[in-house]
């Protein structure tokens, strides 16, 4: 027999319902009361959630570009020497 409430979603649960209409949960994948609130990996309070340890677990952490390379360098120096050989002549 299904419950008021899924334990899985929160939603109410139709009577005599075989499963969940909102996220499919049955008697083989959740019914039981274990099942509520299980691996959700939520913090119990503000005080707990820490941003900077959820950010680096759900993004990873970001790559900084390194600048520009040194040809790049090199190669606009060398564009305004010749920009300026030429006009200087």
Known sequence: MAPETCPNCGEDVPPNAKACPECGADESTGWSETAYASNLDLPLSDEEFDYEEFKKREFGTPSRPNGI???W??????LLLA???FFLR
């Not at 360098?73 to 060398?78: G, S, Y």
């Open 69 to 71: 390379a040194w040809y």
């Open 73 to 78: 360098w090199a190669t606009a120096v060398l």
């Open 83 to 85: 920009i300026l050989i």
